[in-house]
């Protein structure tokens, strides 16, 4: 198995939270060393914003409890959601997030991020490619899929993710055709972030015809460590 490093990006477009995928970067570029700070700042910033809204919803503690969660970590909205289902504000994460975390709701603060075009441009700068994460999850029309994909490509982004776990063979058609159309290779990716039953590691993300792999772009990824499992 070939194991090379990479990032998850969020950014911000058309007041939407859209993932980049780093692929085969160098971790210790300046350029991106800087620029993840930036990020982790801006992350910190909404944490304690969430907090304070929560703690005028009479919820207290809600920082400290999703810092213990993340283990020294990044503290997201799932490390809030996962509080506030153990306090009981809640009986499950997506009931958090329709109670709590969504747009509009008591602790939703909206994000700061960098802009799809500065994500592109520091992983390129860092030897890396720039992919589009799960396209299918924003919830966007079809209309706005399209423009979304067709932005990403025209700011020289490298790839689209294709093929995901819990995905629609109607969606996986739909996204190959938009790769093809503007020319992105695909890439496959179930999204795992921690243990979850509706993620499949690694199963069923075959590609469609007529899309090929990013990873054909390094037969021999630099930074790469070889385990064998």
């Not at 690694?202 to 772009?217: D, F, I, N, S, T």
């Amino acid at each position: 198995m070939n194991l090379i490093p990479g990032v998850e990006i969020s950014t911000v477009w058309e007041n939407h939270e859209i993932h980049i995928v780093g692929l085969n970067i160098d971790i210790t570029h300046p350029l991106m060393c800087e620029f993840l700070a930036q990020q982790t700042e801006r992350r910190n910033q909404r944490a304690q914003l969430i907090a304070e809204r929560l703690e005028k919803a009479q919820i207290p503690g809600a920082l400290e409890g999703a810092q213990r969660l993340a283990q020294g970590g990044a503290v997201t909205r799932g490390h809030f959601a996962r509080f506030l289902v153990e306090c009981g504000k809640a009986s499950s994460m997506a009931d958090v997030f329709k109670k709590y975390l969504a747009r509009g709701k008591t602790g939703y603060v909206p994000p700061q991020w960098c802009t799809i075009e500065q994500a592109i441009d520091v992983i390129h700068h860092s030897g890396g490619k720039a992919v589009l994460a799960h396209p299918g999850r924003y919830n966007l029309s079809a209309k706005w899929l399209k423009r979304l994909v067709a932005h990403f490509a025209e700011h020289h982004g490298d790839a689209m993710e294709v093929a995901q776990c819990q995905q629609s063979p109607n969606e996986r058609t739909q996204l190959a055709a938009l790769a093809r159309q503007h020319h992105l290779w695909a890439s496959q990716g179930s999204d795992f972030h921690q243990p979850c039953p509706w993620i499949e590691l690694g199963r069923k993300l075959w590609l469609p015809a007529g899309v090929e792999g990013v990873w054909q772009l390094w037969e021999q990824p630099q930074n790469t460590t070889e385990r064998e499992l």
